[in-house]
């Protein structure tokens, strides 16, 4: 058994039992931090720039959404706009062209974070309609092809403002009119190569992100909708094939005497048969959908020229992932429409014949918006007939800008 030793000596030995060796002390001091970065989460890294636009652009779409809903409170609790709204009968589609113009500016935003996220770069012509307010009329798309070049020089020297008087129209008149393509299957191809020298000519391309083919016209016109939603605040936004003949101002006063209208769906409507044996063309592989044997199509525009306005073609850019593609384009936008409370209107002025049909209209005072010959779903042999069809059916080219829209 063991004595401790009295006095100062025995003191010593007691303190030095209190301490813990030294290389103890600094293990332990390296192990408590690690847990403290693990358990606290604190590790700290320079954030990606994607991540500080998804936050710009998620606060962004906050706020438009906080903006409606706060005009919306208003309206509600707003005696004279209660009173407003039952007295007069424009007062609800006011508030729904109000409401449509704040999905459209979400849509936007959420295109612009879309593009930040994959780490593409903002286009020239997204950053503008992001950060400018420009109102427009309508957006003419005009659904062209690769092998289509004699049919686009022809619609140039024809119905379609060229050069500075196309700007002119944009600035002046708020119309927009743009050949719409996508890109091949082969990215930087020679197809591709051909429509970006055209394009360094002419100006007047939309071009899009899907890659062309007949069979992905359906997907093609989503992909248009969305885009010249993104890119341009208009009105309404038209679709016309390469192969027809406009007269834009007609087009223009058509549209303009329905702004105050919501959801505005129009054309040239049919209801034709659905084609289930193959090998026919227009054949509808998902016939089956429809009934049996013998059935027609809903009521849908035909796919020569339609327009829709801004509201519609928001909930296309917004739901367009979800949206059905039957294999025939106009069949496809009219399944997008059909379930929605929408107004269709029946203009046989849109679906003229070539002449003598649209100049005796013409000379009856009964300009048509658009002409084409339903044997060729449109103007047969176009790139050589269309300047007979302008020559005798065009309205003239100071239409556009005798006319106020």
């Known amino acids: ?79 004279d706009s209660r009173e407003f709204s039952t007295k007069n009968k424009n007062g609800i589609p006011t508030l729904e062209k109000t409401i449509s113009k704040l999905e459209g500016e979400l849509a936007v935003a959420r295109a612009t974070q879309e593009s930040l ?19 427009y009329l309508m957006v003419v798309g005009i659904n062209t092809a690769f092998n289509s070049r004699k049919r686009r020089d022809s619609v140039r020297a024809t119905w379609m403002p060229q050069g500075d008087k196309r ?34 000519k002419h100006g007047d391309f939309l071009r899009l992100e899907h890659v062309e083919g007949y069979l992905e016209l359906s997907a ?13 605040d208009a009105d ?39 084609l289930a044996k193959k090998g026919v063309r227009y054949q509808e592989p998902e016939h089956w959908k429809f009934g049996g044997e013998g059935n027609k199509y809903f009521r849908h525009a035909t796919g020569q020229l339609y327009a829709i306005s801004n509201d519609l073609a928001t909930y296309i850019a917004i739901n367009q992932h979800l949206l059905h593609k039957y294999v025939n384009e106009d069949v496809s936008l009219g399944s997008w429409l059909i379930g929605l409370d929408v107004s269709h209107i029946d203009d046989k002025r849109i679906c003229c014949g070539t002449p003598p049909d649209c100049e005796w209209k013409a000379q009856a005072g009964n300009t048509c918006v658009a002409s084409f010959d339903w044997t060729c779903s449109g103007i047969c042999r176009s790139d050589e007939r269309i300047h007979e069809v302008h020559q005798r059916c065009g309205e003239g080219d100071d239409a556009i800008w005798e006319t106020a829209f």
């Open 1 to 79: 058994m063991s004595v401790k030793r009295p006095g100062f000596g025995g003191n010593e030995l007691l303190l030095s039992r209190k301490f813990l060796p030294r290389n103890f002390v600094i293990l332990l001091c390296i192990g408590s931090f690690c847990a403290g970065m693990f358990f606290t989460n604190r590790i700290w890294t320079v954030p990606e720039g994607k991540d500080v636009a998804s936050t710009v652009a998620s606060r962004d779409q906050s706020k438009l959404i906080d903006q409606g809903r706060r005009q919306l409170v208003r309206h509600e609790s707003n005696p």
């Open 117 to 135: 996220l994959i780490g593409s770069p903002i286009s020239e012509n997204l950053q503008d309609a992001v950060t400018t307010k420009r109102k």
């Open 167 to 200: 700007k002119k129209v944009e600035e002046e008149k708020g119309i927009v009119i743009r050949f719409v393509i996508g890109h091949s299957s082969t990215p930087g191809g020679i197809l591709d190569k051909a429509i970006e020298a055209e394009d360094r």
């Open 220 to 232: 093609k016109t989503k992909t248009y909708f969305a885009t010249a939603v993104s890119l341009w």
């Open 236 to 274: 309404f936004y038209v679709k016309v094939d390469d192969d027809v003949h406009v007269n834009i101002a007609t087009l223009g006063n058509t549209l303009a005497r329905l702004r105050s209208k919501p959801r505005v769906y129009i054309g040239c409507m049919k209801s034709g048969p659905i």
